[in-house]
């Protein structure tokens, strides 16, 4: 992997990334760790998210041990009080005036689609816009699902190539995802200059377990295995069913289609460590919260499928003794990491 400006691991940083969900920060002091930088968030008195460097200046004290007073953070260890921009508005045993150099990094933060976005580059490029766009996200006609949060120990760029790969839900979700053409019906591959989609339609087939009950035509159907992966690490799975012979690359989208987009979210937080956050979005049965639950649930349980794999992944890949090899599968995965590299030697040379 490469390593960044300063000798520790690339990570691509002008971008937004998840940091929990919007209900997760209160006004409390939250330590989290984001592309291996330590971070305190809080909610100010008007509820505003707050992003500050987790280290005072002077003997490096986590912020996290201090306690908020109002809309600053006051450090644990001799007072040095930080506003929401990161300049120190009281030093307490300073009786002549504020260290000039007791200044934290504050990041900007953004509430959005029920997740609290952290950008993580340099905060004078932060656009609001740069947010991923939520076509029908408060349309009343579309359900979605509630949001999930899940640690992974494993290097974010193992979930992305996960999240490229059609194929293995035929062996690691079978009572889930998988079902009848996921192992072998050929894979399509189509690139943008941020992002790589993997897709293939299966006709005809059996839906499998966890959509056959939501859709409102019989048991066979026409399928799309819809894969994306935007840099640096938002994946959009979407999954289409509609009745046989109405489905296929080279037709218009039947007003008969069930549609429900995975919006997966995937923040590293070392080398070896990842963030993932999703919610599903579907084009029908909006209102049916007996429906929301199930498919919460069958998400959290097809993802820890994805968390024990993957996690084995990361173990095996990093203690391996013999050459490791790509199938032809990996295919969309190895794009999207050269686009990932791409980016990382951009923001490098603009740092030089």
Same mark, same amino acid.
């Given at each position: 992997?490469?390593?960044?400006?300063?000798?520790?691991?690339? &990570?691509?940083?002008?971008?937004?990334?998840?940091?929990?969900? @919007?209900?997760?920060?209160?006004?409390?002091?939250?330590?989290?760790?984001?592309?291996?930088?330590?971070?305190?968030?809080?909610?100010?008195? @008007?509820?505003?998210?707050?992003?500050?460097?987790?280290?005072?200046?002077?003997?490096?004290?986590?912020?996290?041990?201090?306690?908020?007073?109002?809309?600053?953070?006051? #450090?644990?260890?001799?007072?040095?009080?930080?506003?929401?921009?990161?300049? #120190?508005?009281?030093?307490?045993?300073?009786?002549?005036?504020?260290?000039?150099?007791?200044?934290?990094?504050?990041?900007?933060?953004?509430?959005?689609?029920?997740?609290?976005?952290?950008?993580?580059?340099?905060?004078?490029?932060?656009?609001?816009?740069?947010?991923?766009? *939520?076509?029908?996200?408060?349309?009343?006609?579309?359900?979605?699902?509630? #949001?999930?949060?899940?640690?992974?120990?494993?290097?974010? %760029?193992?979930?992305?190539?996960?999240?490229?790969?059609?194929?293995?839900?035929?062996?690691?979700?079978?009572? @889930?995802?998988?079902?009848?053409?996921?192992?072998?019906?050929? %894979?399509?591959?189509?690139?943008?200059?941020?992002?790589?989609? *993997?897709?293939?339609?299966?006709?005809?087939?059996?839906?499998?377990? $966890?959509?056959?009950?939501?859709? =409102?035509?019989?048991?066979?159907?026409?399928?799309?295995?819809? $894969?994306?992966?935007?840099?640096?690490?938002?994946?959009?799975?979407? @999954?289409?069913?509609?009745?046989?012979?109405?489905?296929? !690359?080279?037709?218009?989208?039947?007003?008969?289609?069930?549609?429900?987009?995975?919006?997966?979210?995937?923040?590293?937080?070392?080398?070896?460590?990842?963030?993932? &956050?999703?919610?599903?979005?579907?084009? +029908?049965? =909006?209102?049916?919260?007996?429906?929301?639950?199930? +498919?919460?649930?069958?998400?959290i349980m097809a993802f820890n499928e994805d968390k024990e794999i993957l996690e084995e992944v990361q173990r095996g890949m990093a203690k391996r003794k013999t050459p490791y090899?790509?199938?032809?599968?990996?295919?969309?995965? +190895?794009?999207?990491?050269?686009?990932?590299?791409?980016?990382?030697? !951009?923001?490098?040379?603009?740092?030089?």
């Open positions: 992997m490469q390593k960044d400006l300063i000798g520790g691991p690339a &990570f691509v940083r002008e971008s937004w990334y998840v940091a929990g969900r @919007s209900g997760d920060f209160d006004q409390t002091l939250t330590a989290t760790t984001l592309l291996s930088e330590e971070i305190v968030i809080f909610r100010g008195e @008007s509820g505003a998210p707050i992003a500050l460097e987790d280290a005072c200046p002077h003997r490096k004290l986590p912020l996290s041990r201090g306690q908020i007073q109002g809309d600053t953070v006051v #450090c644990g260890y001799h007072g040095l009080t930080f506003d929401c921009t990161g300049s #120190c508005v009281s030093a307490p045993t300073q009786e002549n005036a504020i260290p000039k150099r007791a200044v934290v990094r504050s990041y900007p933060v953004e509430d959005r689609y029920g997740f609290l976005w952290v950008w993580m580059g340099d905060a004078d490029k932060a656009d609001p816009a740069d947010i991923i766009d *939520i076509p029908n996200f408060d349309n009343p006609s579309w359900g979605k699902t509630q #949001c999930g949060a899940m640690a992974m120990a494993c290097n974010y %760029l193992y979930i992305t190539d996960n999240l490229l790969d059609p194929s293995h839900v035929a062996w690691v979700h079978v009572t @889930s995802f998988g079902g009848a053409g996921t192992d072998n019906r050929p %894979l399509e591959l189509e690139e943008t200059d941020d992002a790589v989609v *993997i897709y293939r339609w299966i006709a005809s087939e059996p839906a499998p377990p $966890y959509y056959a009950a939501m859709l =409102p035509f019989g048991d066979n159907c026409d399928r799309k295995q819809h $894969y994306e992966c935007r840099v640096p690490s938002t994946a959009v799975n979407m @999954s289409v069913y509609t009745p046989p012979g109405l489905g296929g !690359a080279d037709k218009p989208l039947s007003d008969e289609a069930f549609v429900n987009i995975s919006y997966n979210f995937i923040t590293p937080v070392d080398e070896e460590n990842a963030l993932y &956050f999703w919610f599903q979005h579907r084009n +029908m049965h =909006p209102d049916d919260t007996a429906l929301n639950q199930r +498919m919460f649930e069958g998400a090899l790509n199938l032809g599968l990996d295919a969309g995965a +190895m794009r999207f990491r050269q686009k990932v590299d791409r980016r990382l030697i !951009a923001e490098a040379d603009t740092q030089s």
